[in-house]
């Protein structure tokens, strides 16, 4: 199974209210190991950046103004995907983004998303499901995640997400490989029904039985 690990860096919060893609980082998992590749990069978003985004990232207006806009790389973006799943923390914030920019892109795009902070809260109920929280109960260190960047993130979220998946056992085969649909839940499997099993028991069964009690010095109270 193919899957990409995503996540982005934005001018704000609200796609409709303008706020663009200025990071995307993707990681590339094959059933539940990252092969090495990736495909990362920045985004001129023809505005300005709001102080509040840039405390969270760290990515100031004068330093995208040499990149390239997302419509010419969205092309670039969909090849590396293809038709795998992704894997985002927080899915319903970047997949809006997502959707906005290709969309203004006039680009198709069509990819499923597993949200990780979903899954975390299934597995976990009632504890904290941030990426930070999440790395701190399976011992990823992210001491370097001074400020948010959609590579550390990236980075970060497949380590946490191969321990939400079975973690190390995955790979070593001692714990059962778990599909997990859009929504974090497992998917059923489709099994062959086996036929049903004889309890009765044969003649020979019953005359060994019958031996056996005849064989007691006291007979059994449902004999008496």
């Not at 990071?23 to 102080?51: I, V």
């Not at 998917?187 to 005359?207: G, K, N, S």
Request: net charge negative.
């Amino acid at each position: 199974m193919r899957e990409i690990v995503l996540d982005t860096e934005t001018t704000g919060l609200d796609p409709n209210a303008g706020h663009r893609v200025v990071e995307l980082a993707a990681l590339e998992l094959l059933h539940g190991t990252p092969t090495g590749r990736s495909w990362h990069k920045y985004f001129n978003p023809d505005r300005d950046m709001p102080e509040e985004a840039f405390r969270v990232h760290g990515i100031s207006a004068s330093f995208l103004e040499s990149h390239p806009r997302f419509e010419e790389l969205a092309d670039s973006l969909l090849e590396f995907l293809g038709d795998a799943r992704l894997v985002i923390h927080n899915a319903d914030f970047d997949m809006r983004f997502l959707r906005a920019e290709f969309q203004r892109a006039g680009r198709p795009f069509a990819n499923d998303a597993l949200c990780t902070m979903i899954l975390a809260r299934r597995l976990f109920p009632g504890a904290q499901a941030s990426l930070d929280a999440l790395c701190k109960r399976f011992g990823v260190d992210n001491s370097h995640r001074t400020l948010h960047g959609a590579m550390v993130d990236v980075d970060l979220l497949t380590a946490v997400y191969i321990e939400l998946t079975g973690g190390r056992q995955r790979g070593l085969g001692l714990a059962a490989e778990r599909s997990l649909d859009a929504s974090g839940q497992p998917t059923r499997r489709q099994r062959t029904p086996r036929p049903a099993r004889p309890h009765q028991p044969t003649e020979e069964e019953l005359a060994a039985h019958a031996k056996l009690l005849d064989g007691f010095k006291t007979p059994p109270v449902w004999r008496q």
